[in-house]
């Protein structure tokens, strides 16, 4: 029987799964973003602290990621479409969240529901990776920058528009606005459609229907069908990854720091700008001078790697390097210009930064079946520094005052970042030599 020819559009298709992760992802930090400057109505309407507001907000951010790894699993279990499917129902999750968000009296009601959206973009975050590996299987570092610019682009737009919502509807219509907008994410979901060329790795009737079924035709019990997801789950998460390979817990470690650093500077740039009397619009705009960088930061790595200019680790070093110099020097930023020049800085190593870790991630798994597990891993370790980084430099603005004190402890984050992947990177070079090359470098 002859092979049936896919139709001859669908060559052009993943340039259509490009564009809708960029607008899933333009979603997710541009909302992500637009936390900052939404953090001031927080403090003073919920009469909280900027450390609990840090942390209901930073709570998006953790359990965006906290999920990646079971979401990311799910997604390769439910075969071609089980990407497809999640991030749909992830943009409707996170759609009634934000609008429940609108509707928060306390810090620990706007905790809650922030946390039920970012478990609807988890949803999205990870699974939005598997389409793009079946459509960009030698170009996928370009592929990956191209469509993760979606977030730096949401990062320029978003805030500064929730500025202007906040002046026209009041920080809840703002919240509002933005739930509503996040049912674009499940348009996006919708056109991921995989290629039909794919081949199912397993199916959900491979896994659970006739083909594992006992031969007498019993059928199974729900308790035996439990023990076997369960099972399974375990397998797919490749938790003996961290025991078979060190590199993969090293850069655990490292991915943690840098979402310290993450966290605590999207959502403290707009308030670190409002606490030296700079104007609400203008401290807007550094978030989007910032996203502008991202840009940049995102779409340059992806030819580097792909022309193997620099490899991804010491691409990596030099990104977190000039990320250090750009936050250390905030407390010397007292004027707007200088400020702008930190911000965009910053929000292009972050760009850079966080496109390069998905690649790191891909590199770290080495087989094809474990790449869905380390980007899964990879994300929850950087929300777990999150969780540290948001009310960490919250609660360093309450004891102090100042912002700064903050911005230069995830300055020595990105210090420390550098270090341990230089580190790690001349230990791998010194091992691949032979006796005689190690015998002439002592």
């Not at 029987?1 to 001859?8: C, L, R, Y």
């Not at 333009?26 to 840090?54: H, N, P, Q, R, W």
């Not at 369960?230 to 590199?247: C, G, N, T």
């Not at 990177?425 to 091992?431: A, D, F, G, P, S």
Request: glycine letters at 10%; a neutral charge.
């Amino acid at each position: 029987m002859a092979t049936q020819k896919p139709p001859s559009w669908e060559k052009y298709w993943g340039l259509v799964v490009v564009f809708s992760r960029f607008s899933a992802l333009f979603m997710l930090l541009g909302t992500y973003k637009s936390f900052g400057v939404l953090m001031d109505s927080y403090i003073y309407d919920l009469d909280t602290s900027a450390a609990e507001a840090g942390t209901a907000t930073v709570l998006f951010f953790a359990f965006v990621y906290f999920t990646a790894p079971i979401f990311g699993v799910l997604a390769d279990m439910m075969g071609s479409n089980g990407a497809r499917i999640l991030i749909m129902l992830g943009g409707i999750v996170s759609t009634i969240a934000m609008c429940l968000s609108a509707l928060s009296t306390t810090w620990y009601q706007l905790a809650f529901y922030l946390s039920l959206a970012g478990v609807g973009y988890g949803m999205v975050q990870v699974p939005t990776v598997a389409p793009l590996l079946m459509y960009f299987t030698d170009k996928f570092g370009l592929a990956n920058s191209i469509s993760a610019a979606g977030g730096a682009v949401g990062m320029i737009v978003l805030p500064p528009l929730t500025e202007r919502m906040i002046d026209n509807y009041g920080w809840r219509g703002a919240s509002m606005l933005l739930g509503v907008a996040s049912l674009h994410t499940t348009v996006a979901g919708a056109l991921m459609r995989p290629p039909s060329s794919f081949k199912e790795k397993r199916s959900y009737q491979q896994i659970y229907g006739k083909d594992d079924a006992p031969q007498d035709g019993t059928p199974y019990e729900s308790l035996t069908k439990v023990k076997r997801f369960a099972k399974l789950m375990q397998e797919q998460l490749s938790i003996d990854v961290f025991r078979k390979r060190p590199r993969f817990v090293v850069y655990q470690f490292i991915f943690l720091l840098a979402g310290v650093q993450f966290a605590g500077w999207h959502l403290f740039l707009v308030p670190n700008a409002l606490s030296q009397d700079i104007a609400l619009f203008d401290a807007a705009f550094l978030a989007s001078i910032g996203g502008i960088g991202n840009i940049i930061g995102r779409a340059f790595n992806g030819p580097l790697l792909d022309h193997n200019i620099f490899s991804d680790a010491m691409l990596f070093v030099l990104i977190h390097l000039v990320c250090a110099l750009s936050l250390l020097l905030d407390p010397l930023a007292t004027e707007y210009p200088l400020m702008a020049v930190l911000a965009f800085w910053a929000g292009l190593t972050i760009g850079a930064s966080y496109a390069v870790t998905i690649v790191i991630a891909k590199n770290l798994a080495e087989e094809e079946k474990y790449i869905m597990a380390a980007v899964g891993w990879t994300h929850f370790f950087m929300g777990f520094g999150a969780v540290i980084g948001g009310p960490l430099v919250g609660a360093t603005f309450d004891i102090t005052g100042y912002y700064h004190v903050g911005f230069l402890l995830m300055g020595g984050c990105e210090l420390l970042i550098t270090v341990c992947t230089f580190i790690e990177l001349m230990q791998r070079r010194y091992t691949q030599l032979d006796l005689k090359d190690r015998y002439l470098l002592m």
